[in-house]
């Protein structure tokens, strides 16, 4: 089971934890969950004036041995309005434009967004159930 809580917190809501949804899985090989503005897809939705995050931003996908890939996935611009890291065990990871991470199984962690222009992030924390 992967289990995803999302915030979405600009500079005046720092600290504070506004627009928390939350979303699970199962670690069932094809197993699928999306973040993004775009509702009919992501099952964790950003407000629709936040054109730093695409429609589908965020995948999270169950490979064929149980274990959870995160990728970026390339919106329509060239160059993102965004940056992705990865913060697993204290470390912060970032992780490139339309690539590909492993999450750590049976662990757990945060996914930021960070928009390039002003002080605000969306915030996925994660916790892959073994």
Known sequence: MLELTMAAVAAADAGATAGMQMADAPSEPGSVLHVGRDRTVCRLVTPDDWLFV????????????????LTWLR?????????VGLVVDGQA??????????????????VVVRDRREPR??????????
């Open 54 to 69: 695409s429609r589908a931003h965020l995948e999270f996908r169950c490979g064929p041995d149980g274990a959870w890939l």
């Open 75 to 83: 919106g329509s611009q060239d160059d993102p309005s965004s940056k």
């Open 93 to 110: 990871h970032p992780l490139a434009y339309g690539g590909t991470v492993a999450l750590p199984r049976g662990g757990s962690g945060e």
């Open 121 to 130: 992030s969306v915030n996925v924390g994660f916790y892959h159930e073994a």
